[in-house]
Structure formats: C-alpha cells, structure tokens
C-alpha cells in the first residue's frame, strides 16, 4: 500500500524566513497531495493542494510542488509569521475499494521564532 | 455554511467497555472518513462512509465498525476498548468520495482507554 515519508520532523526559522518540508510517496497511482496544518486542540486544516496533473501551486505566501517522476512533493512557506507555527502534515490520495484513503506523512512541527 | 462537528470533545472509558462517537458533516457533503491519530503521529485512515454505505476500509479490526445516516451524519463504534485505542479520532467531509475530493476535518474526539 501507500506509504508516504515526510522530512523533517521539526523545523525552527526566523519570522521572515522560508521553510521547506519535503514528503515523498511510493504508490504511482495516488493523484491528489494535500497539505494540512493542524493547531493544538484542533483537527487538521487543509491549506492547500495539488493533482497530479499539476507541476506547482501558489497562494500567496504558501506554494506546493509536484515531481511524479521522483514521487515526492514539497511545501514552501514565504516570509513566515508566528501564526504559522503548528504541526504540517503532508498527505498523499490512493484509491482503495474505489473510496479516497488519505496516507499521511508523520508530520512536521514549525517554530517560527520571533 | 456549517463546517464539520464532532461530539464528544472527550471522554474517558475503561478497557473492555464500548464507546460511540458521533460525526456531523459539512453541508453538502455526502462522505464521511473516520481517521485514527495517535499522539505525535499523523492520521490513519480507518474507513469511509459514502451515501450511506462504506465504500473503503484501512487496516483496522472489526471491532471498529461505523454507520451513516440519510443526512449524512456518521457514527465510529469502538468495541471491546484495549489501551492502545487511546488517540484522537478524526471525521472528515467531502463531496462524491472521490480520490482527488478535498476532505474537510472536525476539530477531533480524544478517546482516552484507561
């Protein structure tokens, strides 16, 4: 089945500075690569996604890539703020039984420091 | 537009006991995904409900087992509780239970299997 591997485990930047967190994936046909950012005490927040039929996507300060050849996705943060502290999970979309099962990576913990 | 409710926040059962969790979608949506995250790690897919019927299912034992109503609403039954059940449990949203659906997350119930 899907396995997705996500890098690294935790992450700390200066307010201002760019994060980079990295997933790849094993199974060819999953098609959909979500990001979520979850607070504490709260479930996870989709902040953006990509299909595979898509290279790269941007909002605003938060951009996703897609290499299908090498099976592995990125996350790009710009210019980060406090609020964007929390936990980032990656997460990859396989079909099985015909249902959307989303695989996640093992989450990335941000600290942006003031 | 009412996003995605889960009830309860928490609770606190022994082992052996059985506990029903309880899951309203978001307005408009027709699938419901139950996920399991354990402390520090990300979610893992339990199964999925679509119109109804359950239309997937991760590798989890039978004593988990769900249902969904005709509004859509889901309920995640937990039989015979062991401590490692102990972990967030997660209902997501989505319309038409396809792969590249967008799933939308409740904010989580905290099981806790003393």
């Not at chain 1, 485990?9 to 046909?29: F, M, P, W």
């Not at chain 1, 990125?74 to 980032?88: G, N, W």
């Not at chain 2, 990300?42 to 119109?51: H, S, V």
Request: with cysteine.
């Amino acid at each position: 089945g899907e396995n997705v591997e996500q890098h690294p485990s935790t992450l700390s930047v200066q307010e201002g500075d760019s994060a980079v967190i990295k997933c790849t994936y094993s199974d060819s046909a999953s098609n959909y690569f979500p990001w979520y950012k979850q607070e504490l005490g709260k479930g996870p927040q989709l902040i953006i996604d990509i299909r595979s039929n898509v290279g790269e996507k941007k909002d605003q300060r938060i951009a996703v890539t897609l290499n299908k050849t090498a099976k592995h996705f990125s996350l790009h943060i710009t210019e980060t703020q406090p609020e964007d502290s929390a936990v980032y999970f990656c997460a990859a979309s396989p079909l099985i039984q015909g249902a959307q099962k989303l695989v996640f990576g093992q989450g990335t913990r941000l600290t942006i420091n003031p | 537009e009412t996003g995605v409710t889960q009830s309860p926040t928490h609770l606190i059962k022994t082992r052996g006991q059985q506990v029903t969790l309880r899951c309203s979608s978001q307005s408009g949506h027709n699938t419901v995904s139950w996920y399991q995250q354990a402390l520090g790690q990300g979610p893992q897919f339990i199964f999925q409900y679509y119109r109804e019927e359950e239309n997937g299912r991760g590798n989890f034992p039978p004593r988990f087992s769900g249902l969904q109503f005709p509004n859509y609403s889901s309920e995640l039954n937990v039989n015979a509780l062991e401590l490692d059940d102990s972990a967030l449990y997660l209902c997501a949203s989505s319309v038409g239970g396809r792969a590249s659906d967008e799933q939308f997350f409740g904010p989580g119930t905290r099981l806790t299997v003393l």
